[in-house]
């Protein structure tokens, strides 16, 4: 007898529910609001008036980005609050961890959020690439279904997505019972997704 090898269990249950959901519809708020907050302030020239005030571009965008992030913060904690009250969900047994994973993924959103404003013209044009775009980033990402059950190529691929990251994280937390070894990779691969969207937002925006 010899043995077969192991192999990594599926999160199934709250497990995978609770954080697909709060990832998925983080994601999907704050892209929507976001971005079509963000077009109405160019269309009706409110970003103009903001940008004669005595404040830098970068000070202007990074005022954006911070509204962003306090988006999608509340939001993280009204769902964290009702899957612990309404469902019984655990989050692990290291807040810290928790904390990191959770403050880098809404750094994520937000700059994709704002990147989405900065790059579109119209709130139509925001709500639909933001209810598109998060629907495709959810289903890539392992949000629907656990990733350990698509083939492995796929699992690879999925990972040029912060959801895919974020899922990661909330799995070794919840599921694994991992602390901060387990969440360090993927908070840095959320934090370097923020930084890349933000760059690149900063640069499109225009008033």
Known sequence: VSRSGSGRPVPRGIAQSVPGMLTMFVLMMTLIYGGVFLTLEKRSGMLRRQASLPLSPRTLFLGKLAGRVALSSLQIAILLV????????????SPVALALLLLCYAFAVASLATLLGAALSTPEQASTVGWLLSMVLAAMGGCWWPSEVVPRWLWHAAHVLPTAWAMDGFHALISFGRGLEGVWLPSLALAGFGLVFTVLGSRLLRV
Request: aromatic letters at 16%; glycine letters at 24%.
């Open 82 to 93: 009702a899957g612990a009250v309404l469902f019984g969900a655990s989050y692990g047994n």
